[in-house]
């Protein structure tokens, strides 16, 4: 069964480092998703990605954040300047379509990440 | 702001229990709400619900979705200790974004 595929499953970082989270979303899905979970609460949704370009950001999602899709395969989530509360569960989903049935987020098994 | 409100947080029930667990949603040009089942890691998919009052049946679970009410219940019958997870439920408005609530804790003891 196709899958959303996430590198590292862990990383470790001291605080001010730059971290890339690297995600290959399945194959044939369109819309691509990064999610936060800080250990013990809730999915937070950072930012969506559709048509090569951001859809939509959360509040958490500031300028220490980016993303890209270099290559039309690899998705990923890059941390400019790492801050202790930095320090979560991320998630990549990717999403074939809105249409009817299709809009299921298929979810990677996670990077943890670990700030010092 | 837009909310997704899951009770309870958490429950411990023995095997054999039927469970029920509750989420309520306020959010903006809601599409469809969600039901995942999160153990170790990744959220796993378990129903898609969009229309009121039709039941989503799979195995021991199954899920309603009430838009007047703004509500949905996922409900377990005949627990076992493999459905001891976090289940988290997700409501998607259109605009591109899911809002997940909190999730419920299940425990099922043998």
């Known amino acids: 069964e196709p899958e959303v595929t996430q590198t590292p499953s862990h990383q470790v970082t001291q605080m001010g480092q730059e971290v890339i989270l690297r995600c290959v979303p399945i194959?044939?899905?369109?819309?691509f998703y990064w999610y936060r979970q800080i250990l013990g609460q809730k999915v937070e949704f950072l930012v969506s990605?559709?048509?090569?370009?951001?859809?939509?950001k959360s509040e958490i999602f500031d300028d220490q954040f980016s993303v890209e899709r270099p290559d039309g395969s690899n998705f990923t989530l890059k941390i400019r300047s790492t801050k202790l509360e930095d320090s979560a569960m991320y998630f990549c989903?990717?999403?074939?379509?809105?249409?009817?049935?299709?809009?299921?987020?298929?979810f990677g098994a996670g990077s943890r990440l670990t700030v010092l | 702001e837009d909310k997704v409100v899951q009770s309870p947080l958490s429950l411990v029930v023995h095997e054999g229990d039927t469970v029920t667990l509750n989420c309520s949603y306020e959010?903006?040009?809601?599409?469809?709400l969600l039901w995942y089942k999160q153990e170790k890691k990744a959220p796993t998919f378990l129903f898609m619900l969009?229309?009121?009052?039709i039941e989503k049946k799979s195995g021991r679970l199954s899920s309603i979705l009430d838009k007047k009410e703004l509500f949905s219940i996922l409900n377990i019958t005949a627990t076992q200790t493999g459905d001891s997870a976090v289940y988290l439920c997700?409501?998607?408005?259109?605009?591109?974004?899911?809002?997940f609530g909190t999730g419920t804790s299940l425990t099922v003891i043998p």
């Open positions: 194959s044939n899905h369109l819309y």
């Open positions: 997700a409501v998607e408005a259109t605009g591109n974004q899911f809002y």
């Open positions: 959010v903006t040009n809601f599409r469809s």
């Open positions: 990605f559709y048509n090569n370009e951001i859809s939509e």
């Open positions: 989903a990717s999403m074939r379509d809105r249409s009817s049935g299709a809009n299921v987020l298929t």
């Open positions: 969009t229309s009121s009052g």
